[in-house]
């Protein structure tokens, strides 16, 4: 059974970084696309960034590129999502998702991740 468990999450002032992490367990797959999603109170869930295990590829929301790097240590099964020049409208609950989808990788979109973690909370005050 596929297992995500994230953490790093917090309060952080305007301008500050963060760095989530996600542990990945229990899958078996060579080849697989990471990815972390937000969702903030009353809006949609939105890709912010995806890894392509098998190439390394990324992929990053507009509204990130540049500030958000998504990075992974195979040997730990662990994905990051280090982010810096944290805003206030990038308050949400993040995500971790597992998907085998290449394709799902490349749209960020949620229904091509079958696996999601419990969520961490980012919030970024004025």
């Known amino acids: 059974q596929v297992q995500l468990v994230e953490s790093g999450g917090g309060s952080v002032q305007a301008g500050g970084s963060l760095r989530l992490s996600c542990a990945a367990s229990?899958?078996?797959?060579?080849?697989?696309?990471m990815g972390w999603f937000r969702q903030a109170p009353g809006k949609e869930r939105e890709g912010v960034a995806t890894?392509?295990?098998?190439?390394?590829?990324?992929y990053y929301a507009d509204s990130v590129k540049g500030r958000f790097t998504i990075s992974q240590d195979n040997a730990k099964n662990t994905v990051y999502l280090q982010m810096n020049s944290l805003k206030p409208e990038d308050t949400a609950m993040y995500y971790c998702?597992?998907?085998?989808?290449?394709?799902?990788?490349?749209?960020?979109?949620?229904?091509?991740?079958?696996?999601w973690g419990q969520g961490t909370q980012v919030t970024v005050s004025s």
């Open positions: 229990g899958y078996t797959y060579s080849r697989v696309c």
């Open positions: 998702a597992a998907s085998t989808s290449r394709w799902g990788c490349t749209v960020r979109t949620a229904p091509f991740f079958g696996y």
């Open positions: 890894i392509y295990t098998g190439r390394t590829s990324t």
